[in-house]
T-cell receptor, first 112, second 115 residues
């Protein structure tokens, strides 16, 4: 079983749509859950991070964590063409050295 | 906003040559990392560095790789004898605290092409 599973997509939606991106994980030691956005040939940029089950909202973005199901989601409301990027889930907590474990990334295209 | 800077943005090297990838982390950060992303694949951890020593390294980070913080501001990744399979984007990252407590900022990456 893979430590992190993330559907690579691509996912194509019209502008204004609600987008749902998901990851599942198998390592119970993961304590912190993050979403990064990566534009083509650029470095990952942290969007959201949470450490507990439940929801965290920041503007148009909502991160959701369900530890019992080992499942995390990122919702994007009122999606914009500028949201077109690859979204990476990332996990921390199985070591105390700062190592992040990334999902494969989901490529999102928002069409005007 | 503070940023991690990496140079060069693109490096082409011949197989067997040594390369040094350079990074300037954010000035008050204490934890430093290198990650690698082969085209079309996920971002993979290579090494973490804290208090002037490696705190963890992955299986990828074999004897051909080394890291150094030579002068208190730069953080370098050296690959002694490059292989074709070392071709990838290499990202440097830094954080003030462990990522659970603080943001890990990533640089824009160095694209390494081994020919």
């Amino acid at each position: 079983q893979k430590e992190v599973e993330q559907d690579p997509g691509p996912l194509s939606v019209p502008e204004g749509a609600i987008v749902s991106l998901n990851c599942t994980y198998s390592n119970s030691a993961f304590q912190y859950f993050m979403w990064y956005r990566q534009y083509s040939r650029k470095g990952p940029e942290l969007l959201m991070y949470t450490y507990s089950s439940g929801n965290k909202e920041d503007g148009r973005f909502t991160a959701q964590v369900d530890k019992s199901s080992k499942y995390i989601s990122l919702f994007i409301r009122d999606s914009q063409p500028s949201d077109s990027a690859t979204y990476l889930c990332a996990f921390f907590g199985s070591s105390n050295t700062g190592k992040l474990i990334f999902g494969q990334g989901t490529t999102l295209q928002v069409k005007p | 906003e503070p940023e991690v800077t990496q140079t060069p943005s693109h490096q082409v090297t011949q197989m067997g040559q040594e390369v040094i990838l350079r990074c300037v982390p954010i000035s008050n950060h204490l934890y430093f990392y290198w990650y690698r992303q082969i085209l079309g694949q996920k971002v993979e951890f290579l090494v973490s560095f804290y208090n002037n020593e490696i705190s963890e390294k992955s299986e990828i980070f074999d004897d051909q790789f080394s890291v150094e913080r030579p002068d208190g501001s730069n953080f370098t990744l050296k690959i002694r004898s490059t292989k074709l399979e070392d071709s990838a984007m290499y990202f440097c990252a830094s954080s003030e605290a462990l990522p659970g407590w603080g943001r890990a900022f990533f640089g824009q990456g160095t694209r390494l092409t081994v020919v």
